[in-house]
């Protein structure tokens, strides 16, 4: 069975986190106490990958009901919402639905400006926005509101993810060598991830496989995230440089390329870590399959094709500096953005939790979205 990694949670009133920038040499737990700290963990990449930034966005919001209910408790009672117990609605009896909601709509705004790229950060903000917007004015249903919208985001990604590994564990047979960027697993999600979870529900089903990882300059998620995992998990995993990957894709080590995605567009344009471009390109020379994995909420309808899709730019210390050391001379100029787009006739497959979506991806894309029973 796969280890489950507790990448994101709400416990005691705080949003819990794995610090992703200490590992794998560090595991340790961050509990973020207000809505500012959890802006700067999504920024800093302290919690990454599109699903994961989703869910700690949600639980920000919470977070901050948490704190303004807090602020009118003056006995102290403790935490109020809790993932399991749900709370007890004579503590939040008292909340000035109007004032809380003005400041939750800050916190919104707050978050929504931390990362560009994922589409699940804006997707989990739009349902939390519309909970704070809601008409109700029952401090305890509206609370119950927020707080079940939030819990929910985070429980439906966890069978999300399930679903994913088990819809693409059929496209892998035993033996398979699998090349794999940036990470895509557990750490970047909630449950066992997109990509990874595939990896992991085709081990978990008996079938031997081989991953390459791609160590993912310039902050090596893949090295230091994804090959973490895998060998946490037992799978048998190769650390490569980012460009190596063409000539081992070239020299025939790899079956098949899967990734996860930061956003996908209407047309199946898919936007993902800084070289899956490159990859799929040199998938497609190869005749190698490049399949994404990723869940619905990764989906953006209202993008027409990739080009409408906004690229983040880190900063350029990111490349000038490997550990604090400067690698780059002085003066030099950086340009340093975070992901790129995949055209979507480079991609094989999109694995999602419904099916495996393939060309032409417009059509299939509207159909899984807009048709009745789907
Ligand atoms: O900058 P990061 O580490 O947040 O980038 C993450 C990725 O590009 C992942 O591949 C993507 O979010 C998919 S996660 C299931």
Redesign the pocket.
Known sequence: MSVFIDTVDYIHGRVRIIDQTLLPGKDIRLDLDCVEDVADAIRS?KV??????GIAAAYGVLLELENILAEGDAGGKGFIFDRATGFDPERVKGLDVDLCGARLIAAIEKLALT?PT?VNLFQALDIMRRAVESEERCPEVYCGRIAGDAFHIHEEEIEVERRIGLNGARLISDGMTILT?????GL??AGL???LSVIYSASDQGKKVKVFADETRP?L?GARLTAYELEKNGIDTTIICDSAAHSVIASGKVDIVI????RIAANGDTA??IG?FGLASTCDRFDIPFLV??PLS?FDMATRSGEEIVI?ERSGTELTHFHGIRIVPEGVRTYNP??DVTPSDLISGIITEKSVIRAPYGENIRLLFFSPGQ
């Open positions: 990449l990454r990958g599109a699903p994961a930034i990362r994922a960027h940036c990470n895509a697993g970047a999600t991830g997109t990509a902050l998620q990734t996860g995605a930061d993902n870590k899956t994995a990723a990764t983040e975070a992901f």
